[in-house]
């Protein structure tokens, strides 16, 4: 069975501009969840998706977006970029919203110059 | 606020030495994950404990969660380089989301 997968892997961008990050869940799995991975803050929640309905959400400013699509695919979204945004964004897939095993693709690395 | 305090947060060891990654809490969590991390990559699930006190083996690594369910700890015997890598513990809870530790770069050299 495949992993989750995230693309692209690599990213540089403006401060100012706008991302878009994706993720494909593993089959069958129905929830997906993003992280943002800094050296100095750690993993930190930034939401989850289920049934194309945000389920959760971190405590992250509204410049941070998501959704999910029918067949599980989720987009996450950050409009005007600043420079602490750069991190590494990280998905995970499970069967279920607040199921906890989580199961992680590579991660997309965002740098905002 | 649920948060989880991992120590040590670096640790350097020779190949065949033993090792204790501890994970605390002043909240009780009804479960406690640990996953491991290599550069580049994401990080993928070792085991889940749910029950206080429980105690669970994979190969040469024991992994034990507190009686109460704020603590849990990694240990590992006759580490190898392959080992080597961040070791992130991660909580459930009330939040309804996971909480993660700070994690513990270990680095097992040969």
């Known amino acids: 069975k495949a992993g989750v997968t995230q693309t692209p892997r690599y990213l540089i961008k403006t401060r100012g501009q706008q991302v878009t990050l994706s993720c494909s869940p593993i089959?069958?799995?129905?929830?997906v969840s993003w992280y943002q991975q800094t050296p100095g803050q750690g993993l930190q929640f930034l939401f989850e998706?289920?049934?194309?309905?945000?389920?959760n959400k971190g405590n992250f400013p509204g410049r941070f977006s998501g959704r999910q699509f029918s067949n599980s695919r989720s987009e996450m979204n950050v409009s005007t970029l600043e420079l602490g945004d750069s991190a590494l964004y990280l998905c995970?897939?499970?069967?279920?919203?607040?199921?906890?095993?989580?199961?992680f693709g590579p991660g997309t690395r965002l740098t905002v110059t | 606020t649920q948060l989880l305090e991992q120590s040590p947060q670096f640790l350097s060891i020779q190949e065949g030495e033993n090792l204790t990654v501890y994970c605390n809490s002043s909240s009780v969590f009804s479960s406690l994950q640990w996953y491991r991390q290599e550069p580049g990559e994401g990080p993928v699930l070792l085991v889940t404990?749910?029950?206080?006190?429980e105690v669970k083996k994979l190969k040469r690594l024991t992994f034990q969660f507190g009686d109460a369910r704020k603590d849990s700890s990694l240990h590992i015997t006759a580490a190898q380089p392959g080992d080597t890598g961040l070791y992130l513990c991660?909580?459930?809870?009330?939040?309804?989301?996971?909480?993660f530790g700070s994690g513990t770069q270990l680095t097992v050299l040969p």
């Open positions: 089959s069958g799995h129905r929830s």
């Open positions: 998706y289920f049934s194309e309905t945000q389920r």
């Open positions: 991660a909580g459930g809870g009330s939040a309804r989301q996971l909480t």
């Open positions: 404990v749910v029950t206080g006190g």
């Open positions: 995970a897939s499970s069967l279920a919203p607040a199921i906890y095993e989580q199961y």
